[in-house]
Nanobody
């Protein structure tokens, strides 16, 4: 059974940092694109960052570029999202997802984690 499990969310003050982890199990994600999405209350789920598992190539939404860094550890089958200089508008549930296609649309991702809450206070 394929499973993605996020961890690392929490409450942080504006300007602070958090590192989210996404542990993958059930299969190897070689050849896949791993993405981080987020959804704030009352808003649609939006793309934040993604990484091609094999090459490590990364892409970012403009809203997080320069502040967030996505990476992966092949040995641990884990994807990370390092979030620095957090802002109140980063408050959301963050989801890890896997796709054979990639892109910024959540519809392209067929495996999802349960999400982890990130709250940034001003």
């Amino acid at each position: 059974q394929v499973q993605l499990v996020e961890s690392g969310g929490g409450l942080v003050q504006a300007g602070g940092s958090l590192r989210l982890s996404c542990a993958a199990s059930g299969r190897t994600f070689s050849g896949y694109i791993m993405g981080w999405f987020r959804q704030a209350p009352g808003k649609e789920r939006e793309f934040a960052a993604r990484i091609r598992w094999n090459s490590g190539t990364t892409w970012y939404a403009d809203s997080v570029k320069g502040r967030f860094t996505i990476s992966r550890d092949n040995a641990k089958n884990t994807v990370y999202l390092q979030m620095n200089n957090l802002k109140p508008e980063d408050t959301a549930v963050y989801y890890c997802a896997a796709s054979g296609i990639g892109g910024t649309s959540s519809k392209n991702y067929d495996t999802w984690g349960q999400g982890t809450q990130v709250t940034v206070s001003s």
